[in-house]
């Protein structure tokens, strides 16, 4: 099949990589361009802009960082729907708002293509081993048709509903992890204060109810004093705005979820701290 | 070895039938004397009072509700230290505080007998299957001492330090479940607003970062309406107040935790819920 790829960062890059290895062709566009020059010489074409991407490719995938760029490679000037032409299907795999693929879909549909949302979780060690979850809104016949393209990217792959639901469904994802996070940093900070051996709490929290993914992956890293970003802290912050966001739309307060928003306001906005990974929010309660 | 156990709830009867069930001579003291009838019928002695049983037994367990409990089988006119007399061993299961264990430690250290802490996770059904993650704070050689009366009712079993460091992990774990019991509610609330298929989104974010053991064990109870206690939120609450001042006590600000502790506030204390499981926190989402 001839596929486009829009937005090879760490992520986009290996998922386009699956794409290639699979056996497709492959149209690739980036911002910064050197960031496709692997990928262009494991055989992917070089595009001048996403409209080109979608003029030469039947299924285009995007991956790129804020909603805002999404905006923009869908619907500037030189953008995606400039080309878009009837039968194709357009996949944004940002995690982004729902009112947004929404639109990407309606705006799709009036050209007699489809449009999808197909966030994703697993960070970038679930892109490099095609270990992905995959989190789809949109029309079912085009998710069927692209099932052999996701099971090259991903393992866990669901249908959530009509476009946008992919995209509720990651933010429902990071309300958990919001929990997970910030309890994570309080326990362990916690643990340092009260003089405990934070290892030997943490095998042994573990092992329990209190066990967690978080906890599992991030907490050894704390201890090695490892704040690299498995995920960067400005991007889960540009989540839980989203989740936020939406949460008002629907009238729903979620106290919990909007004091670790806040936290990670601090920890990004006034530290300075986007660029570490989510466990540096720790570093909050180390100043004090 | 002469064994006694002050507190046979549901959680000590349980323990307790497995020390009886070790082959140990057992004295049993409960505020209502029918809970301990059961370990009667098995073998067990009844003894009319906590200083009853620490006359008659070398090591004694307690397991009660509050600190406040703990104060008065401890220090009250009838209490274990109206006769504790040297080289006996007293174990305080219940969640209570470190200031409190450390007490207790220092007070029968005076007596020449030994004081541990020694609270669990794992709730009744690790009671009943003699499964229970136990955090000893204490004596060394008491603890030693100690392995094989442990190792009937636990399978996960750690020394954190000295009198008061089992309390004070078990605070930690119970912040880290703060995390994760707010963000599952918030989690479920947000899907449920979003029209997504719950039960679909749980078993997604399972299998990734989102992962934890109250989700996957809380989740489905809340979607097939039981609110049935694993645990108490009257007791979580408990608990959650004393990790805060602790952190207080420790000059430490923990805003998520506060976070929790507030919405339980709520639920237990506005809305009456003290007697649901700590699940039933989702009932504040809903009711708005």
């Known amino acids: 099949m001839k596929l486009g790829f829009i937005g090879t960062g760490v992520m986009g890059a290996a998922i386009a990589g699956h794409l290639l290895d699979g056996g497709h ?16 010489k494991k055989g992917a074409t070089w595009a001048d802009t996403p409209g080109q991407v979608a003029a030469q490719a039947d299924i285009i995938f995007s991956m790129v960082g804020y909603p805002k760029d999404v905006e923009e490679i869908y619907f500037g000037e030189t953008g995606i729907f400039s080309t878009l032409t009837a039968g194709k299907i357009v996949v944004d795999m940002t995690t982004s708002t729902p009112t947004l693929a929404a639109k990407i879909a309606v705006t799709a ?4 293509a489809t449009g999808l949302d197909a966030p994703v979780s697993g960070g970038d060690v679930g892109a490099q081993n095609a270990a992905l979850t995959i989190m789809v809104g949109g029309d079912k016949a085009a998710y069927d048709k692209l099932m052999p ?16 639901k992919g995209q509720h469904t990651k933010m429902a994802n990071q309300i958990m992890i919001a929990g997970t ?3 994570m940093v309080e326990m362990m900070t916690y643990a340092k204060a009260a003089d405990l051996p934070v290892a030997d709490v943490i095998q042994t929290l573990s092992g329990g109810g209190a066990d967690n993914w978080s906890m599992e992956n991030y907490a ?6 490892d704040y690299t970003p498995g995920f960067f802290a400005k991007h889960f912050l540009k989540d839980l705005r989203i989740a936020l966001d939406e ?10 979820t909007k004091e670790a928003k806040h936290l990670y306001e601090v920890m990004v906005d006034d530290k300075g701290l986007g660029n570490d990974g989510t466990q540096g929010l720790i570093k909050l309660y180390q100043d004090k």
């Open 25 to 40: 062709e492959l149209f690739v566009y980036n911002r910064t361009k050197a960031k496709t020059d692997d990928l262009v």
């Open 109 to 112: 549909k009036a050209l007699g």
């Open 149 to 164: 393209l996701f099971e090259l990217m991903g393992k866990s792959i669901h249908l959530f509903g009509e476009a946008g």
């Open 181 to 183: 996070m910030t309890g």
């Open 220 to 225: 050894p890293r704390i201890l090695a004093g």
């Open 247 to 256: 949460a008002d739309k629907m009238n729903l307060e979620l106290p919990a």
